[in-house]
């Protein structure tokens, strides 16, 4: 187990961590600057790009790992997402709300 850990903090872990993280920042840029897909369809590659970032982050630059991190954490980081979540949902369910008021 200390294996594992030790090469989630090496080096070419953070570089690979790195590059990852700059290939999903470069794909929604490229599609925005070069206007490579149709609205809809860019919206969704930028919202995986972004989640798939994440988990990346999480991955590499957080070492959270499902096998090996305490349980703990796991509860933390879903209450974090939850969190999220609701504040995401709300937002957009007040912005809609407003936007059909304002119609």
């Known amino acids: 187990m200390d294996d594992v850990r030790a090469?989630?903090?090496s080096p070419r872990s953070y570089l690979t961590?790195?590059?990852l993280a700059l290939i999903?920042?470069?794909?929604p840029f490229a599609l925005v600057s070069f206007?490579?897909?149709d609205r809809t369809p860019a919206l969704l590659a930028i919202a995986a790009a972004a989640v798939i970032q994440i988990l990346v982050h999480l991955r590499y630059f957080l070492h959270l790992?499902?096998?090996h991190?305490?349980?703990?954490?796991?509860?933390?980081l879903c209450f974090a997402a939850v969190l999220v979540g609701i504040m995401i949902g709300g937002s957009l369910?007040?912005?809609?709300?407003?936007h059909h008021r304002m119609m």
Not at 24 to 27: E, P, V
Not at 69 to 76: D, G, S
Not at 93 to 98: E, T
């Open 7 to 9: 090469n989630l903090r």
């Open 17 to 19: 961590g790195l590059a």
């Open 24 to 27: 999903l920042t470069a794909i």
């Open 35 to 37: 206007e490579m897909l």
């Open 65 to 67: 790992d499902l096998t």
């Open 69 to 76: 991190t305490p349980r703990e954490n796991l509860l933390a």
């Open 93 to 98: 369910w007040i912005m809609f709300d407003l």
